[in-house]
């Protein structure tokens, strides 16, 4: 007992530490205050344009920063694969919205409904049409679940179907569909869409969670897995995806990949896929449904997005070192939105802001900016209760660990589990504040 106890409290502090370390790995810094009278709009108060607003408070004397955001309530979204698989309430990613803002910044609890990069100028729902010197673009992305015929989110909790992506009233019911699932055992299917997404590793760990869940309930030798997907790997880099793939054969998890998910027969408990052989269908006891995602309307009306890639979503048309719009200079995205390789985790936001912040600051001073992006994601890939693997890569598909030699990348870890537990909010929460 007393090897256990010790070695456990060395993990507690390693953690403690990690999270330290993680926190001051990009620390908002020291800088004189740069005075200004621009006017800055930031769409989005989302964890991008929140931790840009804490920051440029600090950086800009006299500017006047907006942020445009009707949602009250600031969704930690990191978490919502823990609330769906009942390992925290839903109230776990919730607070309020204008808690995490400064003074200073002020917000308009409206949807932006138009922009025009000509003019230079934001319109919102309610009409208000706000100047801008510079703007921000971070709104997130839309789950677009009309494209999934047979499905609405009133669906999530009943009859085997989970959707965790939706919020976190969504998480906690779908947590109640898969729970049914591991006590009674049948056919869980798991799937992704063919679209970029946030977080791409969320589905991998639904399906590692559900699956260790329902062993620890002794009912595995009931049930099956199948986990579908567009892709024709798990994972975007290589040596992750074949780990995966070691992982879901150890585990009794069959793949059938090139599968697009395109509709759900909610009776019949029958989803129906897309395949470059034509039409499959699979039958379910348990579907998880994570639907194509896309940028805004807003953004996709605006002339902002690409128009020779990813045409179909919309995402904002900018460099991919410096997120700055190709054709409109006074324009940066940030987050989700972007339309660049990687970068839809909030562990990419966080290397994100101060790109954007040194851009925008760079604009105003009238010199070339600094900082650059690399790509860096990082995804904590729980595999099962208690253990993840901390993977972090950057555009080139590198394996980018911040603590090589501590945290192997492709082990499954206690400590990398402690690092989602006790690093990774508290981190965000930081980043929130402008402080990571």
Same mark, same amino acid.
């Given at each position: 007992m007393t090897n256990l106890a010790t070695t456990r409290r060395q993990f507690f502090t390693l953690a403690a530490g990690a999270a330290a370390a993680v926190t001051a790995a990009a620390p908002a810094g020291v800088f004189a205050q740069v005075t200004t009278s621009a006017k800055i709009v930031i769409i989005g108060a989302g964890a991008g344009g929140t931790a840009l607003a804490n920051r440029l408070v600090r950086r800009l004397n006299g500017a006047q920063i907006t942020l445009i955001d009707p949602r009250v309530e600031h969704?930690?979204?990191?978490? %919502?694969?823990?609330?769906?698989a009942g390992l925290? $309430?839903?109230?776990?990613?919730?607070s309020k919205t204008a808690d995490w803002l400064p003074n200073g910044v002020s917000l308009i609890a409206e949807a932006a409904a138009a922009i025009d990069p000509e003019a230079k100028t934001v319109d919102t729902a309610s009409g208000q049409k706000l100047p801008y010197d510079f703007l921000v673009v971070a709104p997130g992305l839309v789950l677009d679940h009309d494209a999934i015929e047979?499905?609405?989110?009133?669906?999530?909790?009943?009859?085997?179907?989970?959707?965790?992506? @939706?919020?976190? &009233?969504?998480? =906690?019911?779908?947590?109640?569909?898969?729970?049914?699932?591991?006590? *009674?055992?049948?056919?869980? /299917?798991?799937?992704?869409?063919?679209t970029e997404m946030k977080?791409?590793? @969320?589905?991998?760990?639904?399906?590692?969670?559900?699956? +260790?869940?329902?062993?620890t309930a002794g009912n595995r030798g009931k049930a099956e897995f199948h986990y579908a997907a567009p892709q024709g790997s798990l994972f975007g880099v290589p040596i992750v995806a074949e780990k995966l793939r070691m992982l879901f054969g150890d585990r009794g998890i069959s793949t059938a990949m090139k599968h697009t998910l395109k509709s759900i027969d909610a009776g019949a408990k029958r989803a129906t896929f897309a395949t470059p052989d034509?039409?499959?269908?699979? +039958?379910?006891?348990?579907?998880?449904?994570? $639907?194509? &995602?896309?940028? $805004?309307?807003?953004?996709?009306?605006?002339?902002?997005?690409?128009?020779?890639?990813?045409?179909? &979503?919309?995402?904002?048309?900018?460099?991919?070192? *410096?997120?700055?719009?190709?054709?409109?200079?006074? #324009?940066?995205?940030?987050?989700?939105? =972007?339309?660049?390789?990687?970068?839809?985790?909030a562990a990419s936001v966080k290397w994100q802001v101060p790109v954007?912040?040194?851009?925008?600051?760079?604009?105003?001073?009238?010199?070339? $900016?600094?900082?650059?992006?690399?790509?860096? *994601?990082?995804?904590?890939? #729980? *595999?099962?209760?208690?253990?993840?693997?901390?993977?972090?890569f950057d555009y080139k598909n590198n394996l980018v660990p911040s603590f090589p030699g501590i945290i192997a990348p492709l082990e499954e870890l206690w #400590?990398?589990? %402690?690092?989602?537990?006790?690093? /990774?909010?508290?981190t965000y929460n930081a980043m929130l504040r402008g402080r990571a």
């Open positions: 969704l930690y979204q990191p978490g %919502l694969s823990l609330v769906a925290k $309430p839903a109230s776990y990613v919730l047979g499905f609405s989110l009133d669906m999530v909790g009943q009859n085997g179907i989970g959707a965790l992506y @939706a919020g976190p &009233q969504y998480a =906690a019911a779908t947590w109640q569909a898969a729970k049914n699932f591991t006590e *009674t055992g049948g056919i869980g /299917l798991f799937t992704r869409p063919e977080c791409a590793g @969320a589905p991998l760990k639904h399906t590692f969670l559900i699956d +260790d869940i329902i062993r034509g039409t499959a269908e699979m +039958d379910y006891d348990y579907i998880h449904v994570i $639907p194509p &995602q896309r940028a $805004p309307e807003v953004i996709r009306q605006s002339g902002l997005s690409w128009a020779d890639k990813w045409a179909d &979503q919309g995402w904002v048309e900018c460099d991919m070192a *410096t997120l700055q719009h190709l054709r409109y200079d006074t #324009i940066w995205a940030l987050g989700d939105v =972007a339309g660049v390789p990687k970068g839809k985790t954007v912040e040194d851009g925008l600051i760079a604009a105003i001073e009238g010199r070339a $900016p600094t900082e650059v992006y690399n790509g860096y *994601t990082s995804c904590p890939m #729980i *595999t099962r209760v208690g253990r993840a693997m901390l993977i972090e #400590i990398s589990w %402690l690092m989602k537990e006790v690093a /990774l909010k508290a």
